[in-house]
């Protein structure tokens, strides 16, 4: 089955710095790539996804971009905000095929 | 866009009764519904795949009368946490997919059982 690995479980940056989150997974056949966002008590919501037929894509301040032949995709978002402090899961999955979810980052903005 | 309702968001139950956690999409229809548990500190664990009409696919380790799952109608999906003990105690959230690839998640239901 599909594995995923993300990278770094925490990380904390400054207001208005970067911040990178990496993932990578196993299946080849897998192409679609969405990322959650949670907030403490909340559910996850989505807030970018990419398909295999796509490098990369932007929404504003975040970004996501994907290497399919090294299996690896990134969240990128800029100019952080301490409303950005959460966790983030990147998920990959096949078709309809059940999401499988890496094991998250905590990201904290601080002031 | 697409909704996914979830209730009760808390739940306090003492050991050994029985709760009931519901899961309904609200503008868009569902055959199939996905069960997860979240400890904390730690990623989403798949449960079990509500089917619509037919018996709930569940995850191997994920006892089956201890986490019934009924899918009544295209909208409304429910988890049952049967004899709840303390070890039962997690953040269980329900998704749907609103369309091809997309999972829309409810907000979750914190269950405690003392």
């Known amino acids: 089955g599909e594995n995923v690995e993300q990278h770094p479980s925490t990380l904390s940056v400054q207001e208005g710095d970067s911040a990178v989150i990496k993932c990578t997974y196993s299946d080849s056949a897998s192409n679609y790539f969405p990322w959650y966002k949670q907030e403490l008590g909340k559910g996850p919501q989505l807030i970018i996804d990419i398909r295999s037929n796509v490098g990369e894509k932007k929404d504003q301040r975040i970004a996501v971009t994907l290497n399919k032949t090294a299996k690896h995709f990134s969240l990128h978002i800029t100019e952080t905000q301490p409303e950005d402090s959460a966790v983030y899961f990147c998920?990959?999955?096949?078709?309809?095929?059940?999401?499988?979810f890496g094991k998250g980052t905590m990201l904290l903005v601080s002031p | 866009g697409a909704v996914v309702s979830q209730h009760p968001s808390w739940v306090i139950c003492k050991s050994g009764t029985s709760v009931k956690i519901e899961c309904r999409s609200l503008?868009?229809?569902?055959?199939?519904m996905f069960w997860y548990r979240q400890f904390p500190k730690q990623s989403l664990m798949l449960m079990a795949t509500?089917?619509?009409?037919?018996?709930?696919?569940?995850e191997q380790g994920v006892e089956k009368d201890k986490f019934l799952i009924n899918h009544a109608s295209l909208t409304l999906s429910t988890l049952t946490v049967t004899s709840a003990h303390p070890e039962d105690s997690s953040f269980y959230i329900c998704?749907?997919?609103?369309?091809?690839?997309?999972?829309?998640f409810g907000a979750g239901s914190r269950l405690t059982v003392l």
């Open positions: 509500s089917n619509e009409g037919s018996k709930a696919t569940y």
């Open positions: 998920a990959a999955s096949t078709g309809y095929s059940t999401l499988t």
């Open positions: 503008d868009f229809q569902a055959t199939t």
């Open positions: 998704s749907a997919r609103p369309g091809a690839n997309v999972l829309t």
